[in-house]
């Protein structure tokens, strides 16, 4: 069982972020010294509470594994459990609240409105007819204008955004609902999408395509939707085409720009952590790096005695 919950999540994990080899071995290797000590303790892996993971990183340090170790172990950790509350394995993070030994965090890497622009010619441009293209525009379209994460758009219900609604309705981390904007453009790209979405899957009936599906995105998966492995290697695919470095675009990053993007141009930051669906608002204050250069921007290059 143990074998199968960590072989998932490496499988996922290489498709989402191309790592190495010898990354994924690492994973592999703290995640099953983790799920033996808990299994020690008489634990069962989705039962494990904050103070569980506490001891075992205490456990760590008595063995003589550096800061740098520990961190890569509680880095493994809260990514393992943070796809298990994404897929509905477990309810929480129990991880979530615990930093990371002697490290700070990392600021999010994102991309500019040139690169989304580009990706969004790209998505276009790598279609083999009309009904893909209009697929790939409003999949790319809708991870931008949104932020949302990639499970919850490829899992979004057709009868969500029927009829161009301004607001959407998303089903997010922990079962927790949240109403997202869409803006014109958004709005005009499902439009296009589900006129030419018909078409598609009256044409791809016979591979076996349920024409009544439920989903925005259909295919013939056990799911039912486009897989979010599948837009990983779309997504770099399109930045391959349009001339991107590949390693430095995923869905997480658009995301990422989502936020950056809206944050740098006025954005409240207790808007972006509900546009997010962020339970905590510490989640969100990672961003503040934009208005941190801002304001740096203002008092060096504007303010009067910076001149002098």
Partial sequence: MSKDLIFTFLEAKTVETDASENTIKSYNHDLTRYFDWISSCKVQ??????????????????????????????????????????????????????SSPGRSKKLPQSVTIEVIERLLKAAGEEAKNKSLRSRNICLMTL???????VSEMMSLPLDAVKGSPNMVLVSGKGSKERLVPLSKLARSSIKIWIEERKILLTAVKKRNYNPNSKYLFPSNSKSGYLSRQWLFKKLKKWATLAGIDQNKVSPHVIRHAFATHLLANGADLRVIQTLLGHSDLGTTEIYTHVVDERLNDLVFNHHPLSKK
Avoid at 74 to 96: D, T
Avoid at 143 to 149: D, K, V
């Fill in 45 to 98: 892996i989705f039962d494990a509470e904050l103070s569980h993971i506490e001891l075992y990183l205490v456990n760590l340090k008595n063995c003589g594994l550096s800061i740098g170790s520990r961190a890569r172990h509680l880095s493994a950790i809260k990514q393992f459990y943070r796809f298990a509350v994404e897929e509905g394995w477990a309810r929480a993070n129990p991880a979530l609240q615990i």
């Fill in 143 to 149: 991870l931008y204008a949104t932020g949302m994460r």
